[in-house]
């Protein structure tokens, strides 16, 4: 996406997953002057969610990493709509790398960073290590708001609150969270993983005789599916099969990958008659 939000200074605040970055948000961006946080999918004001939706709410690593990134097309529309409308103002980028937040900027149509706050620069090395020590050992991801805005959509385990932790300066609450999921490094997914996965779901089908072809197109923010089958003669129409085909290597691929997949194309190649046994 090209720059369309350029009424927007952009800051960055950066470093490595678990560090505590989210509990130091508000005081680092209170500091700057900062109208508005994003971090982990959401648009953070004061210590109230004003857009988006956090990454901490999917139920896998995939989706949550993708939700962060602001690939899903809908999530990526809210936030860009409310930003517009708010437009001139600050914003300050949560992210793990200067890379993530330069890729957050574009995705959203910003510009980029006119500068980067490091972790280091306001936590001290024993303090990282300790925010470090808890995502590892515990799990436990801080989410710089209060646990009211967050309950209604949450997936994981709610662990408490914190207000005023380290004396930060800030009166906003923070709320400590526990997502259903635990992820450190860098994640991709192979085009030949999805492959056969939607092998598996195609030759599953009880009107599938075999499948000729099949590709997998990244599409950037998401994945197209096109096979060609041989079916059976059934209890379905040819047309109701693939259908069913269709829809089952869509849910199947979105919720095993936590991929969208846009479009699934079916064609079928010859169809045969099943033999009868007797």
């Not at 678990?18 to 004001?45: E, H, N, P």
């Not at 997936?155 to 800030?170: I, P, S």
């Not at 400590?176 to 994640?187: A, L, Q, T, Y």
């Not at 064609?267 to 033999?275: A, C, D, F, N, T």
Request: aromatic share 6%; glycine share 6%; charged share 25%.
């Amino acid at each position: 996406m090209s720059v369309l939000l350029d009424g927007i200074r952009v800051i960055a605040f950066v470093g490595p997953a678990g560090t505590g970055k989210s509990l130091r948000a508000q005081f680092v961006a209170r500091q700057r002057d900062i109208d508005y946080i994003i971090d982990d999918g959401l648009v953070i004001a004061r210590g109230r969610i004003v857009a988006g939706k956090s990454a901490k709410t999917e139920k896998n690593m995939v989706r949550a990493i993708r939700r962060a990134m602001f690939l899903f097309p809908d999530h990526r529309a809210e936030v860009v709509d409310f930003l517009k409308n708010h437009s001139p103002c600050s914003l300050m980028v949560i992210a793990t790398s200067i890379g993530m937040a330069e890729k957050i900027c574009r995705a959203l149509g910003l510009s980029e960073p006119e500068s980067f706050v490091n972790i280091s620069e306001v936590a001290s090395p024993e303090e990282i290590a300790k925010a470090q020590y808890e995502r590892k050992h515990k799990k436990q991801h801080v989410i710089p708001v209060s646990q009211a805005q967050i309950r209604k959509n949450y997936t994981g385990k709610l662990v408490g609150r914190l207000r005023n932790l380290l004396r930060l300066k800030d009166n906003y609450e923070k709320t400590i969270v526990r997502p259903p999921f635990s992820f450190f490094g860098d994640i991709k997914i192979e085009a030949e993983a999805v492959i056969e996965i939607s092998r598996h779901a195609i030759t599953n089908h009880r009107q599938v005789s075999s499948l000729s072809d099949l590709q997998v197109k990244d599409m950037g923010s998401t994945v197209e599916v096109s096979m060609t089958l041989v079916l059976y003669l059934g209890p379905a129409s040819l047309l109701v099969a693939a259908k069913e085909i269709s829809k089952r290597v869509k849910l199947t691929v979105e919720f095993l990958c936590g991929l969208d997949v846009s479009k699934v194309d079916v064609s079928i190649e010859k169809v045969i008659k099943l033999e009868s046994s007797g």
